[in-house]
């Protein structure tokens, strides 16, 4: 069993292990003694039912993602909420389904006892199944990506090694005596992994000896450092981009069968959804008229796949419309219906039909405005790479990059959001697909709910 198929199981069983205790004691509360066989037949295949749903909603909620130390500090309230938002889903199934019982106090019990188990489960006990001990292991890297992958893995005991020494791989090559001096590192700290570029200049000269030392000792564990990174953070580092990766990545013959099935889901869920998504047309309209009588649809121009220019239209959710260069220095405003709009995206319901004559995916890279691209481009190496594949209505940056570009030039920001557009371009896939879908119907229940 891998590391992280490990990881799941037990928080799965864990959760499913609390859920049981949380109705055992809500029963033990509500009613001041031990639940009778009765009483707990009663209950216990609605809240059986009840708890394969809510280990979905944990999923779609992000709380069986890896558990970084970026996920360990939003982890109680992503319990709280994800919690909150399962006792509204069990009362709603209580009324239309006829399990029986209609337990609205046990309801209010459960959601308090539950996040307390379920709080102290995730954030004390789970960490007793970590390794017990670490490997020591030697990064011979540099850069911030290099010093981002040593925090993350040096602070979070869900790793079985840890970094004893960070080389910094250019100061390597001015060392005198450096293949020795490695070699009796590696021997002095007992060091049993490597974490390095295979590829690097830096490292190349180096690695015979290390392959030699490999074969002296037990378990001895090289690893590449660009997709322990990539695995680690699930997105594309930077600095592994060369115009190879694109051709080992990007190859339209490899997903021939993909992107033709695709084209067809795409098509089946606009026609599907654009008949729903009129009825609340009327609706729109009649409050983007009563705040301040201006147009209805925002008419803009973006950037779509091959560079290839791209009209999307939008409900107005601005004062006016950003046409170009304004998108670099924006001084429009946001309208309070738009507040409304954005947050629960229903500004982007017209764009269905983008998706429906085949411009837009509901999966893909957001698009950009044609004076951001220009910009970004000349500044952002393989910037435009971005743009093999169709863009969406959602995306992998959209639901993991928790730091998005900020209005107009950000160019950070951008860096970081393209990271995770390239790590779609390597790895699209329908189960990757269907990942995003789900976890973008958390970040619209999230937003509508703020």
Not at 67 to 77: A, I, P, R
Not at 87 to 107: E, Q, R, S, W, Y
Not at 251 to 262: G, I, N, T
């Amino acid at each position: 069993m891998g590391e992280r198929t490990r990881e799941l199981f037990i928080l799965i069983l864990g959760d499913a292990v609390c859920f049981t205790v949380a109705l055992w004691l809500t029963l033990f509360v509500r009613y001041l003694e031990w639940p009778n066989e009765a009483r707990l037949e009663a209950h216990f295949g609605p809240f059986l039912f009840l708890s394969s749903l809510w280990l979905v909603v944990f999923y779609i909620a992000g709380l069986y993602e890896k558990h970084t130390v970026l996920l360990k500090k939003l982890l109680l309230s992503r319990i709280i909420n994800t919690q909150i938002v399962n006792i509204v889903l069990a009362a709603v199934l209580f009324v239309v389904l006829p399990f029986g019982i209609a337990p609205k106090t046990n309801l209010v019990i459960y959601l308090l006892v539950s996040i307390a188990l379920i709080t102290i489960w995730r954030l004390y006990l789970f960490g007793y199944f970590s390794p017990k001990s670490r490997h020591k292991a030697l990064l011979i890297a540099d850069g911030e990506e290099a010093i981002e992958l040593a925090d993350e893995i040096n602070n979070n005991d869900r790793y079985n090694y840890s970094f004893v020494r960070i080389i910094d791989e250019r100061a390597a090559l001015q060392t005198p005596d450096f293949e020795a001096k490695l070699l009796e590192l590696i021997d002095r700290e007992n060091v049993e992994v490597i974490v390095a570029n295979p590829r690097g200049e830096h490292i190349e000269r180096v690695l015979p000896a290390i392959f030699d030392l490999a074969f002296l000792k037990f378990e001895f564990t090289f690893l590449d450092f660009y997709q322990l990174y990539e695995d680690t953070f699930d997105r594309i580092p930077m600095s592994s981009l060369r115009y190879d990766w694109f051709i080992s990545n990007v190859s339209q013959s490899r997903s021939a069968v993909y992107d033709f099935l695709k084209r067809g889901i795409d098509v089946v869920g606009a026609v599907a959804l654009l008949v729903p998504s009129a009825l609340v047309y009327p609706f729109i309209i009649l409050a983007i008229k009563l705040e301040d009588g201006g147009s209805i649809f925002y008419h803009t121009e973006r950037v779509g796949q091959f560079n290839k220019p791209l009209q999307i239209i939008k409900f107005r959710t601005m004062t006016g419309e950003d046409k170009g260069e304004e998108a670099l220095q924006s001084t429009l405003r946001v309208t309070r219906v738009g507040q409304f709009l954005r947050r629960t995206r229903l500004d982007e319901l017209p764009q269905l039909w983008n998706v429906l004559l085949g411009d837009l995916s509901f999966i893909g890279p957001r698009p950009e405005m044609p004076a951001l691209v220009s910009a970004y481009a000349e500044k952002i190496p393989y910037y435009n790479m971005r743009h093999f594949l169709k863009p969406g209505l959602s995306g992998w940056a959209q639901i993991r990059h928790l730091d998005a570009p900020r209005q107009g030039l950000d160019i950070p920001r951008t860096v970081e959001k393209l990271s995770y557009d390239l790590h779609y371009l390597r790895y699209r896939s329908f189960f990757l697909d269907i990942e995003i879908m789900l976890k973008t119907l958390r970040i619209l229940i999230m937003r509508s709910g703020t």
